[in-house]
């Protein structure tokens, strides 16, 4: 089916990975070959929970919710007038979360095995994506525009390449090892969604920042909304 194709409901399918992706950690439901696992909530799950301000479900995904992706290990570069986004994650099921979010955005994704059991997602190189990296980008050396702030579908991104809970109340949320001058200004950003916490650093589990407390975690949860369908139990806070 082409890109532009349509499915069976009569809807618009979303652009599929260049190549399916990896066999997830856990059972997900029955889902089209070569297709990606449908994102979100599962059906009834934020029944009587009211829409959060800047949380995840607010607003519609747009190309600027990859900023969350950059808060964390994620990576832009530029060629000519494009850009591309990458990012390398631990787990299959993450590929197939960021592969759907990048789809619900218009960008198609590949990945590929890296060392050490983990795997790199990727976008091409487009000129959609030419602004985040010109917002980026100082040189090479990525670093958070001045008024850079955390939404929940930022944050939603970060936490699904590389969040990861700590119990019994601390949740970790990881940051680029080579990115120190991001670091505290990530920092300014959480305290200021309601989610301060402490920097580790790489001698101490990190580099990540770890939220503590049932208060902050609970945030933490109104903030990204509800689990993506491929992550595992306790992977995600609720």
């Excluded at 607003?59 to 591309?84: C, H, K, N, S, W």
């Excluded at 990204?224 to 806070?237: D, E, F, R, S, Y």
């Amino acid at each position: 089916m082409s890109l532009s194709g349509l499915g069976d409901t009569g809807k618009a399918q979303p652009p599929p990975a260049l190549f399916p992706a990896p066999e997830s950690d856990t059972p997900t439901p029955v889902r089209r070959r070569g297709g990606v696992p449908q994102n979100g909530p599962t059906q009834g799950d934020d029944a009587g929970r009211q829409l959060v301000f800047f949380g995840a479900d607010a607003a519609e995904p747009t190309v600027a919710d990859l900023a969350g992706l950059l808060a964390g290990p994620g990576e832009v570069v530029r060629m000519g007038g494009t850009a591309r986004l990458s990012v390398q994650v631990d787990a299959a099921w993450r590929v197939h979360v960021l592969v759907a979010e990048l789809a619900s955005r218009g960008l198609a994704a590949s990945w590929q095995p890296t060392e050490g059991e983990r795997h790199a997602v990727r976008t091409s190189y487009t000129r959609v994506l030419k602004p985040l990296a010109a917002a980026w980008l100082h040189g090479t050396a990525k670093r958070p525009p001045a008024a850079f702030h955390l939404t929940g579908r930022r944050l939603r991104l970060w936490l699904a390449a590389a969040g990861s809970p700590e119990p019994p109340d601390c949740f970790l949320l990881r940051l680029g090892a080579d990115d120190q001058g991001c670091w505290e200004p990530i920092g300014v950003a959480l305290a200021a969604a309601g989610l301060a916490g402490t920097l580790l650093g790489p001698g101490e589990g990190g580099p990540a920042y770890r939220i503590t407390g049932r208060r902050r975690l609970a945030r933490l949860a109104e903030l990204v909304g509800g689990p993506p369908l491929a992550t595992p139990p306790q992977a995600w806070p609720t």
